[in-house]
């Protein structure tokens, strides 16, 4: 159990790194656009940074779940890539289908997969939150007015 245990947290730790550089590269975008931007906001301008957003996160999201089904097949539980990428999808979401089981020496990389997928989604939900709030502040913001607080 050890061995599945070690696996899981560095897999889990690769992750949240690959997570924290979408969010960092989201961060950067956006105040630089921001800055050179500030008075250009435009609805358009909103839906293609939210939709812009969203798609940097969960292409995270699909990075980690390959990084898990890669595991899973270097480990000799799936031959199949697809196969392996299914069930580590099913686990990154916390579904539980049980329609693919891994054996008894490695299911624990399941139920870590499924508390890293509940992390990672609860990160790129904070994430979508601060931009949309930052947009929100932005809207009500008087032209001009570039305080600290605003972001």
């Given at each position: 159990m050890l061995i599945p245990l070690l696996a899981g947290i560095l897999t889990i730790l690769v992750n949240m790194v690959i997570q924290v550089i979408a969010v960092?590269?989201?961060i950067r975008l956006f105040v630089n656009r921001r800055e050179h931007n500030e008075n250009k906001a435009t609805?358009?301008?909103h839906?293609?940074?939210l939709t812009f957003s969203l798609a940097v996160l969960f292409a995270g999201n699909l990075v980690?779940?390959?990084i898990w089904a890669r595991l899973f097949v270097y480990v000799g539980e799936f031959q199949v890539f697809a196969t392996a990428f299914y069930h580590s999808t099913v686990n990154f979401a916390s579904l539980g289908y049980g329609d693919i089981v891994m054996s008894e020496q490695w299911r624990l990389l399941?139920?870590?997969e499924a508390a890293s997928g509940v992390l990672m989604f609860g990160l790129t939900a904070g994430t979508m939150f601060s931009?949309?709030?930052a947009i929100v502040r932005q809207?009500?913001?008087p032209a001009g007015n570039h305080n600290e607080s605003t972001g």
């Open positions: 960092l590269i989201l609805a358009a301008r839906i293609w940074t980690q779940i390959t399941g139920a870590l931009i949309m709030q809207q009500h913001q």
